[in-house]
């Protein structure tokens, strides 16, 4: 990030004494354990959320109001409210502590919700700013000549010489952070719900304040040096599919062939996964997923070549229905690849490409091997820096409405930022198809040339703007790690959510920091809400359900690691930290009244519940996502940056 004043750099030992106070972050606000004389204030209307602050650069601790300083605070760093004195806030940074001292109200500013601003990848939009007012960003936002001024302002950004009467704190980092891999925090101190003025789309207008948890990386290297590519096949290996594996090969072999013992040869590799369906049904099948072939980095190709061809020796028999699942076959290559090999030299761009004449399973089918639905193993894919792109056989064996929907959760599943990754293949054309395999290798091929600074061999207009855009992406991601850029270090503005010159484009999106307590809260929740609403067969047993659920929520709240409210009016209600979140819950709004209406509202709440908690456990048994706040943190106060579009 490059501010409007001098940067502000971090040394190592004041980001060692921040993380150790940061305790507040992620001390689960279920642990007000009944031993602790004192707790912290509740939040207006709240039984299980307490109030929180974070300091301003240069607070300083007292003892008791008025009295000489005793220390200074960390800039941002959070604190519980314990108690209020006019013009003082008696704070402390754990729930279970109590207080420690008091703070002056100047020096600090109210965090009403746990949640944190995540920057997007930039590709495709341009860099956002941060300004020092929300009048300043709709300044810019409203203004009719909004590009112009903003490529203005990013021009004065690039010379260094930025007027004060632009509000400009700071602009979005030039490469992309990923705050799964590398957590940082940027917690939103306020939010306005508007209408971008472009499309009057819903648009946040947040004010966020920034705190890095350590200090920057190595520095950038050449990056035509290290720059590479990792592509895994999914391929649908039932018995339609012949053809349409061996155009594949034919296709992979032309490009291979072309570029076989050249630095772009070295630099681009392949694996290969099959899928079929449910061997339990048809054990004749043989699998439901079998990895191929490894992502290996590999000197000679002829291995992928022969795997290729080898997956033309389709099963034999036919799969239970029309539909495969291909969800099992993109998820095992999305999570049992090994984008970080041994040696911690990661693949830089990590494709998916499905190949598939079917739709997928719907995770209520019984012959579905999980329970996850193509926007959770979206997200996953997409957390973890990995696109995935689908080539769908439309035939006419499906029919129309099959097909239909087929595209619709493929269109689903095949998203990265902001771009789609879908190509239907009408009447499943074998030209077509060898076609857009071609272009689609071609063009991965390509983000490794343009990485170099090579000619690519297609032009943009043939690449398309969403492989541009990926291989943009896959670039600025690459030197966000090389780089290990950071968000500012002590930087408080205002920032629109969708990018204000394209609100197509979401620019920052917001999370929610979560403690592994509270996510096992959530998980253990849904899972008890599933059985007892899969037990309510009838209308009588439908209205018993919400007493049902008080008795379970109950029970939870005995448990000190369980963030519980007990007195509820709605699924969600339990989960008070969920509340007065900018975002839409399903469960917030499933009332006693809604959830007896239909037997077709029930069944898409419990399925919704259930594509959920199989994300949950995920994530729950994933060391990977979870980031210790400050060291000797015990597993359940770990942390992880939670997107909202997951939240029960």
């Known amino acids: 990030m490059i501010t409007a004043a001098d940067p502000i750099r971090c040394r190592r030992a004041a980001l060692a004494a921040l993380a150790a106070v940061l305790l507040a972050l992620c001390a689960p606000l279920s642990m007000a354990l009944a031993d602790t004389p004192q707790r912290p204030l509740p939040m207006e209307g709240r039984k299980t959320v307490y109030q929180r602050v974070l300091t301003r650069p240069g607070a300083m601790m007292h003892r008791e109001p008025g009295t000489g300083a005793v220390r200074q605070y960390p800039a941002f760093q959070p604190l519980y409210v314990y108690a209020r004195r006019q013009g003082w806030y008696q704070v402390g940074p754990s729930v279970s502590a109590g207080p420690e001292g008091w703070v002056a109200q100047e020096q600090a500013m109210p965090w009403k919700q746990n949640i944190v601003a995540a920057f997007t990848n930039s590709a495709g939009r341009k860099r956002q700013f941060l300004f ?261 056989l439309q035939t006419d064996a499906g029919g129309a409405a099959q097909n239909d929907w087929a595209a619709r959760q493929y269109r689903t599943l095949s998203r990265f930022n902001d771009d789609e990754f879908f190509y239907p293949i009408a009447d499943g054309s074998a030209q077509a198809f060898e076609d857009t395999v071609t272009r689609l290798v071609t063009a991965l091929t390509d983000v490794i040339r343009v990485a170099r600074d090579e ?56 999370r929610l920091l979560v403690t592994k307590n509270e996510l096992a809260t959530m998980a253990e929740l849904l899972d008890n809400l599933l059985n007892l609403g899969e037990q309510a067969r009838s209308a009588e047993d439908s209205g018993r359900f919400f007493a049902q659920v008080r008795d379970v929520v109950a029970r939870m709240a005995q448990n000190p690691d369980r963030l519980i409210n007990t007195d509820s009016e709605t699924l969600g209600g339990a989960l008070e930290f969920l509340e007065d979140l900018p975002y839409e819950s399903q469960l917030m709004l499933t009332t006693a009244e809604r959830w007896q209406q239909s037997a077709m509202n029930r069944r898409s709440i419990l399925d919704g519940m259930r594509q959920k908690l199989v994300q949950y456990r995920k994530w729950l048994l994933d060391p990977g996502v979870w980031t210790a706040l400050y060291p000797g943190a015990p597993d359940g106060e770990h942390v992880f940056a939670m997107p909202f579009d997951v939240l029960p």
């Open 455 to 510: 000619r690519p061999v297609l032009a943009p207009d043939l690449r398309g703007r969403e492989l541009v855009n990926l291989g943009l992406a896959m670039q600025l991601a690459y030197l966000g790690r090389l780089k290990g850029t950071q968000a500012p270090d002590v930087i408080e503005g205002w920032v629109s959510e969708k990018a204000v010159e394209d609100p197509s484009r979401l620019a920052i999106e917001p």
């Open 132 to 392: 020092e007012s929300e009048a300043a960003l709709r300044a810019l936002i409203e203004d009719e000549a909004l590009r112009e001024v903003q490529a203005r302002m990013l021009d004065e950004v690039a010379a260094g010489e930025i007027p004060p009467e632009r509000g400009i704190v700071a602009v979005e980092p030039p490469e992309y952070v990923n705050i799964v891999d590398q957590l940082y925090l940027m917690p939103i101190l306020d939010f306005v719900q508007d209408l971008h003025p472009l499309t009057y789309e819903d648009n946040l207008l947040m004010q966020v304040a920034s705190v890095p948890l350590r200090a920057g990386g190595g520095e950038a290297g050449s990056i035509a040096d290290n720059f590479d590519a990792g592509i895994v096949f999914v391929f649908d290996t039932t018995r339609s599919m012949g053809p349409y594996i061996a155009r594949t090969q034919r296709a992979v072999e032309r490009i291979v062939t072309a570029i076989q013992g050249t630095e772009i040869g070295r630099r681009v590799q392949f694996g290969v996964v099959g899928f079929r369906d449910n061997p339990e049904a048809v054990p004749a099948l043989e699998y439901r997923t079998r990895r191929l072939l490894p992502l290996e980095r590999r000197t000679d190709q002829t291995p992928v070549l022969a795997t290729i061809r080898a997956a033309t020796r389709v099963a034999v028999a036919n799969s239970p229905g029309f539909n495969e699942d291909s969800l099992a076959g993109v998820e095992d290559a999305v999570e049992l690849t090994e984008w970080e090999p041994a040696g911690n030299d990661p693949f830089d761009a990590r494709i998916v490409i499905l190949i598939t004449d079917a739709g997928p399973k719907d995770p209520r089918d019984p012959n579905a091997r999980s329970d996850i639905g193509p926007a959770e193993l979206q997200r996953a894919a997409q957390d973890k820096g990995v696109a995935i792109m689908t080539l769908h």
